[in-house]
C-alpha cells in the first residue's frame, strides 16, 4: 500500500500541538482529546468566577490543625452537608468559640486545585448565628405571615365538641405523647388514637412533622390533630417555627391543636394552629371533655327537664280543672237550650213577618180584584146599560151600522134576548 492509504497517528506520550487540540469541551473526541490539564484550568477558571455566598447549617464536625481548620457544615433542614476549609485567622475573628452543633452563617468561595483535581470550600468570614439573632428571624416571619392573614382568627376551625378519633404527632416514645394519651383516656375513656411518631428535632423534623401532618389530614376517621412536644431550649423548637411547616398547617382540612413546649415558649405553629395548648397535657384537657363533668352536665339537664316537665304538667292540670268548671263544661246541654231558645224566638219572629206580608198582601189583592171588578164591562151593565150585538157578534156602536128589519142581540145585566130594528137610523145626539 501507498504512503497515501495511511492515517498519520501521533506517537504516544509526545506533546499535541496547540493547533489540533479543540477549542471547546463539545468539540472533544475519542480522535481529538483535550489534555487533562487543560480540562482542570478550564474547571478552574469557571468555579473561580463563581460569586461567594452566605450560607446557613450547623457544624457537626470541627477539626483544627495549626493554622487551619475543617469543619463539616450540615443544612439545618435537609440530610445535606459540605466540607469547609477555614484559616485559623477567619476562626479567631468570630465573636464566640464555635463547638460541634453551633449554628453558624459563613462566606464560602468555591476553590479548585487543579493538580490534585479536589474542590474545596474556602471560608471567607464565619459568624455564630446567636439567640437574638433566631428571634429576629422568627419576628420577621411572624410577621410576614400575619399580613397574609394565616394568623387572623376567622380562618382558625372550630374543634369537634367529642372527637371519635385524635392524630397525635409526636416524637417516638417521647413524654408528650404519654402525657397526651394519659390524660385524654383519663378525661374520655373511649377515645381513640392515630399516632405517628416522627423526629421533633433535627434535620429531618419538618419533612417528617409535615408528612405526617399530610397523612392524618387525608385520614377520613380523624377528626382534629396534636403536635406535641416537651419542653427544650430554642434552637430544639425552631423546626416549629418554619415556614413549610406553618404554611402546610394553614393549608390543613382538619383542625390542628399546638402543644409545643411550656407556657412562655412561642413558635409560630401557636399562632396559626386552631388551637394552642400551653402544654401537652393541656390539649388532652382542651381536645376531649371530661366524662364526670358530662355525666354531671347530664344530671343537671335532666333535672332540669324533669322539673320544667312537673311544672307544665301541673299548669296544665290546672287549666283543665278550670276549664271543667265553668258552666258551658259542667252543663253542657245549656249551650244548646239557648240555641233552642234563639232558633224558637228566631222562628217565631219569622212566622209573625210572614204572616204579616201575607196578610197585607191578601189585602192589596183584594182592593186590586175590586177595582178591576169596578172597571169590568158587567159593572156597566149592572148600572143599567146594555150591549148590543149584530147576529155575527159585533158591536153596534154607531146607528148606522143598523139596518131596518136587522136582527139583533141584546145583553143587559140579566142575560142576554133578541130584537128587530124597525126605524131607520137616527143619528146620535152627538153628531
Not at 468570614?125 to 376567622?154: H, K, M
Request: with cysteine; aromatic share 4%.
Amino acid at each position: 500500500m501507498t504512503s497515501e492509504g495511511f492515517r498519520a497517528q501521533p506517537v504516544a506520550g509526545s506533546p499535541r500541538p496547540a493547533s489540533t487540540v479543540p477549542a471547546t469541551a463539545a468539540e472533544t473526541s475519542p480522535d481529538a482529546p483535550w489534555p487533562l490539564h487543560l480540562l482542570s484550568e478550564k474547571l478552574k477558571a469557571h468555579i473561580e468566577r463563581a460569586p461567594a455566598a452566605w450560607v446557613e447549617g450547623q457544624v457537626i464536625e470541627l477539626n483544627r490543625r495549626a493554622s487551619m481548620c475543617y469543619i463539616t457544615l450540615r443544612d439545618v433542614d435537609s440530610e445535606v452537608s459540605l466540607s469547609l476549609s477555614v484559616y485559623g485567622s477567619v476562626m479567631d475573628r468570630a465573636s464566640a468559640p464555635l463547638d460541634r452543633g453551633s449554628r453558624v452563617v459563613a462566606r464560602l468561595k468555591p476553590d479548585f486545585w487543579v493538580k490534585t483535581g479536589r474542590l474545596s470550600m474556602q471560608t471567607i468570614d464565619i459568624r455564630p448565628v446567636g439567640i437574638g439573632d433566631l428571634l429576629a428571624r422568627i419576628e420577621r416571619l411572624r410577621q410576614a405571615l400575619a399580613s397574609e392573614g394565616l394568623f387572623a382568627a376567622a380562618r382558625k376551625k372550630q374543634l369537634p365538641l367529642l372527637p371519635h378519633r385524635i392524630g397525635l404527632i409526636t416524637g417516638r416514645d417521647s413524654d408528650a405523647m404519654k402525657d397526651v394519651m394519659r390524660n385524654a383516656a383519663l378525661r374520655w375513656p373511649a377515645v381513640e388514637f392515630e399516632v405517628r411518631e416522627v423526629a421533633v428535632q433535627g434535620v429531618s423534623s419538618v419533612a417528617q412533622v409535615t408528612a405526617a401532618l399530610a397523612e392524618l389530614d387525608a385520614h377520613p376517621q380523624v377528626d382534629v390533630i396534636i403536635i406535641a412536644r416537651g419542653g427544650g431550649a430554642l434552637e430544639d423548637l425552631l423546626p416549629f417555627s418554619d415556614e413549610s411547616l406553618v404554611r402546610a398547617v394553614a393549608l390543613a382540612r382538619t383542625p390542628v391543636v399546638s402543644a409545643i413546649g411550656h407556657e412562655a415558649d412561642r413558635p409560630l405553629l401557636d399562632e396559626v394552629a386552631d388551637l394552642r395548648a400551653s402544654t401537652p397535657t393541656d390539649a388532652a384537657k382542651r381536645v376531649v371533655p371530661d366524662v364526670s363533668e358530662e355525666l354531671g352536665r347530664i344530671g343537671q339537664a335532666r333535672a332540669a327537664l324533669e322539673r320544667s316537665i312537673r311544672v307544665l304538667v301541673h299548669r296544665e292540670s290546672e287549666s283543665l280543672a278550670n276549664l271543667r268548671s265553668r258552666p258551658s263544661l259542667a252543663r253542657p246541654e245549656g249551650m244548646i237550650d239557648v240555641r233552642e231558645a234563639d232558633v224558637e224566638r228566631l222562628r217565631s219572629r219569622a212566622l209573625r213577618s210572614i204572616s204579616t206580608a201575607v196578610e197585607r198582601e191578601a189585602d192589596s189583592i183584594h182592593h186590586l180584584r175590586e177595582r178591576v171588578r169596578s172597571l169590568s164591562p158587567q159593572k156597566t151593565l149592572d148600572r143599567g146599560y146594555a150591549v148590543v150585538q149584530k147576529a155575527d157578534g159585533h158591536v153596534v156602536r154607531e146607528p148606522a151600522d143598523v139596518q131596518p128589519g136587522e136582527t139583533l142581540r141584546i145583553r143587559v145585566a140579566g142575560g142576554q134576548f133578541g130584537a128587530v130594528s124597525q126605524d131607520a137610523p137616527a143619528p146620535s145626539a152627538a153628531h
